[in-house]
């Protein structure tokens, strides 16, 4: 995710957005394991996120999603046709899904009618007719319909279903937005592939995530089919309805680019134009581009940010080539390697901005220690800029040293451990975690082996410090004044 940088000036001329200032309870700050169930074969209501405890659930892992809607942007009415492949990690005879205000009309557990309620904010409870035994496949389908929403609870400006005055409709959001418009578990320690089929009145057109896999036109709607091969984290799915103009082509690499510009939004090709030379040179340091597609979806909206939906990243109509090299950097760093929970953002969002740094040194001769030190004299020891946490930040502050802060972490630690060992950990994390999940401390055992030096001080005053560092570690390397 790539925030404007006058998003915290709510309530400008954006029609998506209604900003809620409401504070948000502390919470703990420790790795949690899932809740216990309250009975051993009952899966849990959470997936054990220490910041969003709800989120998910427990007792299966998603393998796959089949997710059918019908939508109909003169009245906004959504029907959902979905089936999620899973394997039990435990016995089961009670299981959970996360679905926010949608209606649910039934649902089936390997083809039989089973019992279900919905209560709590989103958590779908489902009794299959017959125990599901520990380590099995099975599928549950859920039929739905309902009005999809959106709130503002956790995150930045506006998450879910968001719409536009025209009726055009975007599926966004981070850390939520899956389970507006489908049943999922909504998770990014559950990754699953991905296939939507979405049907729309003919002259609409319905993007997503990964490779396109055809049109059918039948009776005045139109449904379009999308296939996400590669594992991919709920808040990374979408679904874009509009009336786009769509290019396609490739890349150097062979990878097929798909771009959808809402109207009012072509003038963005000026942006897009840059893909082919961003995926190089994040390929030259990332190692190879890890996803099955590439392209953009770019609304004619300002809504305050981006995100790096899988494949295709949906921007507002602000973005420039600093935020594609950023949110094509997250097709690594949070897409391929994903997080393990929220208080591990500086795994995605370190990296993709310390990117926009890479990227403005290579292609406009930045001197990034120049920059860095302009950096830390522009912001007293007293500032907020330093008080933000870059791990364990605690909940709903995920964000707030992700842009500016984390760049000087980074260029940091590049200077304390020096450019040959920093390189090789830009293409040697991305393939170890390749397509899985890992934490931030996990990453700090990874840069500390491949280095000789105690770098235990050095990440608690960066990454865990709500103060500026001493200079011992505020001017590591060359950065000495
Ligand atoms: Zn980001």
């Not at 940088?5 to 957005?17: E, K, P, Q, R």
């Not at 771009?259 to 040179?281: H, I, T």
Request: proline share 7%; aromatic share 12%.
């Amino acid at each position: 995710m790539r925030l404007t940088h006058y998003l915290l000036a709510c309530g400008l001329a954006i029609t998506l957005i209604s900003c809620t200032d409401e504070p948000r309870p502390a919470g703990p700050d420790g790795e949690k394991t899932p809740q216990p169930p309250a009975h051993p074969s009952q899966g849990a209501p959470g997936a054990g996120d220490p910041y969003y405890p709800n989120d998910g659930n427990g007792g299966y892992d998603a393998l796959d999603y089949q997710v059918k809607i019908s939508y109909d942007p003169s009245d906004g009415h959504l029907e959902g046709d979905s089936t999620l492949e899973a394997k039990a990690t435990q016995k089961l005879t009670r299981f959970n899904l996360d679905l926010r205000e949608l209606e649910v009309d039934s649902v089936e557990v390997d083809g039989k009618p089973a019992e279900f309620r919905h209560t709590g904010e989103f958590e779908l409870v489902i009794t299959p007719a017959e125990p599901i035994d520990d380590a099995s496949e099975f599928t549950t389908r859920v039929r739905y319909q309902g009005t999809p929403g959106s709130n503002a609870q956790g995150g930045v400006g506006q998450l879910g279903w968001l719409k536009t005055e025209s009726g055009a409709s975007y599926a966004l959001g981070e850390p939520h937005s899956a389970a507006f418009w489908y049943p999922v578990n909504e998770t990014p320690r559950d990754k699953a592939t991905f296939q939507l089929s979405a049907r729309v009145p003919e002259g609409w057109i319905a993007v997503s995530g990964g490779r396109e896999k055809g049109k059918a036109t039948k009776d005045g709607w139109t449904t379009y089919t999308w296939q996400e091969t590669n594992p991919v984290a709920s808040y990374l799915t979408t679904v874009a309805i509009d009336k786009f103009t769509i290019d396609r082509s490739k890349l150097s690499n062979g990878v097929p680019v798909l771009s959808a510009y809402a109207p009012g939004a072509e003038n963005m090709r000026r942006v897009e134009a840059n893909l082919d030379e961003v995926v190089r040179f994040l390929s030259k340091k990332f190692g190879p581009y890890p996803q099955t597609a590439a392209g953009g979806i770019y609304l004619s909206e300002s809504i305050p940010f981006a995100l790096e939906t899988q494949g295709r990243p949906s921007y507002a109509n602000w973005a420039d080539v600093r935020v594609v090299v950023h949110e094509y950097a997250h097709q690594w760093f949070g897409n391929s390697v994903s997080i393990k929970s929220w208080s591990d953002l500086c795994l995605n969002e370190c990296f993709a901005s310390y990117t926009e740094w890479l990227w403005h040194e290579a292609k406009d001769g930045a001197d990034l220690d120049e920059l860095y030190r302009g950096d830390v004299s522009a912001n007293p020891p007293d500032s907020q800029f330093w008080a933000n946490k870059l791990h364990k930040m605690g909940v709903g502050k995920e964000f707030d040293g992700m842009y500016d802060k984390s760049k000087l972490a980074m260029h940091a630690l590049r200077r304390k451990v020096g450019d040959q060992v920093f390189d090789r950990v830009l293409k040697e994390w991305p393939e170890a975690h390749r397509h899985g999940n890992a934490s931030w401390p996990e990453f700090e055992r990874f840069v500390s082996e491949r280095t000789d030096e105690d770098l235990g001080e050095f990440f608690d005053a960066w990454f865990r410090g709500d103060e500026r560092p001493p200079d011992e570690h505020l001017y590591p390397g060359k950065l000495r004044p």
